[in-house]
């Protein structure tokens, strides 16, 4: 087994190896979680919602800002839960991946449901930190999936939906660029 911090040998397509660093792998996973790199992060995306808007679905738009910020924050718990807990059972689909009002039940759940995402996206990037767990061995409850996937696939949910949030801002008038 290759050394946590050593570069592994790993083949190319054309059968030449190549070194993978895992610490530096592990760094740049994390990094997607919070930088902006191409697009607006979590935190700004969010910070400025106005609170009488998260809840009204302008025409044309699919969604409210609400039933987004919860759709990510419940599914990047499920991966999370998933990847650290073999007992995990997760929501129905496509049903309890949503929520089930337009708008925040009270005044407090939208600050609630941000700071929950944060709380998760911080704990995954805890389990990409960790030397111990192997990025690309395969999750032994699972069905093939590696925790590495399981990163990407919470860093490309976060961007997809991330992209609707601005744009439904931008619909209300409610985006400060």
Not at 71 to 98: C, N, T
Not at 104 to 133: F, G, H, T
């Amino acid at each position: 087994m290759p050394s946590k911090n050593k570069p592994t040998n790993r083949r190319k397509p054309n059968g030449r190896r190549r070194n993978v660093d895992d610490a530096k792998l592990r760094r740049l996973i994390v990094e997607y979680f919070g930088d902006s790199h191409a697009h607006v992060n979590f935190a700004v995306a969010v910070k400025d919602f106005p609170p009488e808007a998260r809840g009204v679905r302008p025409a044309g738009a699919p969604f409210t800002a609400w039933q987004l910020l919860e759709h990510m924050r419940i599914a990047q718990w499920d991966i999370l839960e998933f990847s650290r807990d073999a007992k995990h059972v997760s929501p129905d689909f496509p049903s309890g991946y949503w929520p089930h009002t337009d708008a925040p039940p009270d005044a407090q759940a939208w600050n609630k449901s941000v700071r929950a995402y944060e709380a998760d996206s911080k704990a995954m990037q805890r389990l990409i930190r960790n030397p111990k767990i192997d990025l690309l061995a395969r999750i032994p409850h699972g069905q093939g999936q590696t925790l590495l996937r399981e990163a990407l696939a919470v860093i490309d949910h976060a961007s997809y939906h991330l992209g609707q949030l601005v744009m439904l801002s931008k619909m209300l008038g409610a985006w400060k660029e």
